[in-house]
DNA sequence: ATTGGTTATGTTTTT
DNA sequence: CATAACCAAT
């Protein structure tokens, strides 16, 4: 940008400034309380918020952006602000629009770290050694990548895991580090000190796959504005307000890639809570919140201390608790509400998880007749693995929930495996998904038929997906192989054929069926077939949202949060960590026992610390919750697939007596006490007999076959649903037909669910019949 | 050489 | 209990 230019757009600001002074203050102004108003009012220079748990900090910043933008003293496409989640993103650009309307759509620089990092580096790619069409790797790909180099290396996986060496190259990464940075003693550890080496093949190797990790995206734009002053220069002018939430969750990468913006205009705000830090295992770094007015001097802080979310015994609850923790740098949560209704905090126990999700479902449905809707309760658990128990629950009784993370749907094996399909289709040379499908379903093609395909490919300097035409020219093959790689490679060129003949989630359908996916998962007799089959149909109907392969896989990489789509009224089911900045009426705290919660790892590993941010989660944990808090703990839990008893957690002991309830009968489950032994069960069983969810189980159980009520509850969706169902085709030869892209048509011949029809504009298509319908 | 069945092993949290 | 590495039979 031009000095004058910047000239210009200062006099403007200076003009609306005056003119906002002599204007009434705006409403979204008035709203505020003191403190929160000073934190948005400081619109210039560098500005600390220290807001503790439902002080407004959302609100803050959101109202601090639209001030911005209502003085004039940027554009929206001149603010930087970054979240830790894209859930966080996403609702945050929900509430700027609801405060200055349209304008937060121009804000494309609203979204968390990785994004952001991604589209710098698509813009200035060959800066960093990659191509702007770059992959970005998952962990899975990653542990691929990374057992092919220690094999490549003679090094023992068994005695070096593949996790580990990774865990300590993001280490690395999170640090800023390229391997010449990386401190000489840090990788000795490793193999023999072959630490720092592996990690510089690693890096290498993503190179030349044109791909990056996680890490990269935070590494390289670091690595791009240091080695390149005019690029750092030309977002730092770009940047001309920069705001972060979650501030206390920063790394040292993303410290440092912020600290290169800001230094220049230091309009940087940064909101935080050091009692929610809980990504110290991500190498995140409280200090970061204090050395900010020593990097920044003159900062402004504001404490913003009013707790507007929770009653006076649940702000208690936490605050006692987290009174426990060293480390702090101390803020006191208060609230002037009088609440003459407000419920202590209920601790109750179960004698194992099973139990425990029947009391919680039962006591969420009661609350549910009290008039409490369930989109406003949520199970928050410290594992992913306790969600099963709930889900079983849930699903027995017909209670609706929404799973919020989890085992993320696009890590799910049928997932990776279509979506490396896709990328076959649309990047040929993206090795890493070629080699996860070559042989899924099976084709014969083993370990040594695709040696010989990548010792070609290593030799020749080819994409796997050339080295195997080349071999296929030879007669190095024989037999299944042979055949089994020419069937696949022919598949290919014909889907490719079709990336722009067909819609793309039509092209995804015929991709799964014609490369024998959906036929093995058909075949599959194990109990969770069904299941991902029927992830495969919702993986397709999510394409619809997308205009392209392409542009639908670029989205996957990044976006790891399963849309809990709206709808119907449900009970949320998530992780403590998942939790962070929402809000419930009533939360549910399961799992409250020693070694789950506290984890015990967390403290083998990092004792004290651990422990603390342990605490701390806890504290995230009840904060949540607006009126209802009720922790619980098991008495037995299965643990490695054995029984093992349970001692409560330490922090129920930590909670005030005050303000917490024990419950001394097991309410619904309806075993007396602890003394209970399994056998009673069948007496709880039938005592939880009048609970809405246990009769409309039985309902369901008259008219519901049995094998769908196996199924998880996905919603069946028709357009897909209906291709994947076997029977009798819904066309005849002759009829009519319409299809969303190609307009009406007569049907020519019927094939299984495909169908070839001369449409009258397009010609003869071959299509599956999900997407016509009786014209 | 590939496959499918077996056994051993190990599990936090996420962009 | 669930996945991954491993081995024996084709």
């Known amino acids: ?158 005695r070096w895991p593949a996790r580990q060496l990774l865990g300590a190259i993001d280490g690395w990464k999170n640090r800023g580090l390229t391997p010449e940075e990386v401190p000489k003693s840090d990788g000795e550890w490793f193999a023999h000190g072959k630490g720092v080496h592996l990690y510089k093949l690693y890096r290498d190797r993503l190179k030349a796959l ?37 501030y206390q969750d920063t790394n040292v990468a993303q410290y440092l890639w912020l600290r290169l913006l800001a230094q220049k205009n230091r309009n940087l705000c940064v909101v935080g809570d050091d009692d929610q830090s809980i990504y110290g295992w991500r190498g995140a770094e409280v200090d970061n919140i204090l050395r900010f007015e020593t990097d920044f001097p003159g900062a402004t802080v504001v404490r913003l201390e009013r707790n507007y979310r929770s009653t006076s015994h649940i702000l208690a609850a936490a605050s006692h608790l987290i009174a426990h923790n060293e480390g702090r740098l101390g803020k006191t949560l ?55 128990a709930f889900e079983d629950r849930f699903v027995t009784t017909g209670t609706s929930y929404r799973v919020v993370g989890g085992p993320r749907f696009y890590e799910r094996k049928e997932i990776r495996d279509a979506l490396a399909y896709f990328r076959c289709v649309t990047q040929p040379a993206y090795d890493l998904a070629f080699e996860r499908i070559v042989n899924v379903p099976a084709r014969g093609l083993g370990q040594v038929s695709l040696r010989v395909v990548s010792e070609v490919a290593r030799a020749n300097g080819v994409p796997l997906m050339q080295a195997a035409a080349d071999v296929l020219a030879t007669d190095e093959l024989k037999g299944k192989a042979r055949s089994g790689l020419l069937g696949l490679l022919g598949a290919f060129d014909r889907w490719r054929a079709q990336l722009d003949a067909l819609p793309h989630t039509e092209l995804a359908e015929i991709i799964l069926e014609e490369s024998g996916y959906t036929d093995m998962l058909k075949a599959d007799r194990s109990a969770d077939a069904p299941g991902r089959l029927e992830n495969l149909k919702e993986l397709i109907r999510s394409m619809e949202d997308f205009e392209s392969l392409p ?40 799992g409250w026992e020693e070694g789950l919660f506290p984890s015990m790892r967390a403290m083998d590993e990092n004792g004290q610390a651990g422990l603390e941010e342990e605490r701390r989660l806890a504290y995230v944990g009840l904060t949540r919750a607006r009126r209802q808090a009720f922790v619980w703990f098991a008495l037995n839990r299965r643990l490695h697939g054995s029984w093992q008893a349970s001692a409560p957690s330490r922090f129920i002991d930590e909670l005030p007596e005050a303000s917490v309830m024990v419950r001394e009968d097991v309410g619904y489950g309806g075993i007396g006490g602890y003394g209970g032994s399994r056998f009673d069960k069948v007496e709880t069983f039938s005592s939880s007999y009048h609970t809405p969810g246990w009769e ?80």
Do not use: C
């Open 1 to 158: 940008m031009s000095r004058t230019q910047r000239e210009s757009v200062n006099q403007v600001s200076i003009a609306a400034r005056a003119a906002a002074a002599s204007r009434p203050v705006p409403d979204y102004l008035t709203a505020l309380n003191p403190e929160q108003r000073r934190a948005v009012e400081a619109v210039d220079g560098p500005v600390l918020v220290l807001a503790g748990a439902g002080t407004g900090k959302t609100r803050v910043l959101t109202t601090r952006i639209a001030h911005i933008l209502a003085l004039g003293k940027a554009r929206p496409a001149e603010i930087l602000a970054v979240t830790f989640t894209n859930k966080a993103a996403r609702e945050m650009k929900e509430r700027i629009a609801a405060v200055v309307g349209g304008q937060a759509e121009g804000m494309p620089w609203l979204g968390t770290f990785h994004s952001i990092g991604t589209r710098i580096l698509r813009r200035h790619a060959e800066l960093v050694d990659l191509e702007p069409s770059f992959t970005i790797l998952d962990t899975d790909d990653q542990i691929r990548l990374a057992k092919q180099i220690l094999s490549a290396e003679n090094i023992d996986e068994k």
């Open 210 to 246: 044109n791909a990056a990790d996680f890490g990269d995206l935070l590494l390289e734009p670091i690595r791009l504005f240091r080695n390149n002053p005019d690029v750092l220069e030309s977002y730092q002018q770009r940047f001309r307000y920069m705001l972060v939430d979650e």
């Open 551 to 590: 542009a639908f896989l670029e989205h996957v990489s990044l976006v790891t949060d399963a849309q809990g789509e709206a709808g119907e009224e449900a009970i949320t089911l998530m992780t403590l960590h998942a939790a962070k900045g929402l809000e419930f009426d009533v939360v549910f705290l399961p």
């Open 696 to 775: 409309r189980a039985q309902r369901r159980r008259e008219d519901v076959p049995r094998r769908e009520r196996i199924l998880p509850t996905l919603i069946e969706g028709e357009l897909v649903a209906r291709s994947i169902a076997n029977g009798p085709s819904a066309f005849d030869v002759g009829s009519r037909v319409f299809h969303q892209k190609f307009g009406n048509g007569n049907v020519a011949a019927i094939e299984g669910n495909k169908l070839t029809v001369d449409f009258d504009r397009a010609g003869r298509k071959r299509v599956i019949d999900s997407f016509l319908t009786k014209a």
């Open 334 to 388: 208060f609230t002037d509400r009088v609440d003459p209704d407000a419920v202590p905090v209920t601790v109750a126990s179960a004698w194992d998880s099973e139990e425990e999700a029947r009391a919680i479902n039962a006591e969420a449905e009661s609350l549910q007749k009290k008039g409490v809707s369930l989109d406003e309760m949520a199970i928050l658990v410290r594992t992913t693995a306790q969600m099963r």
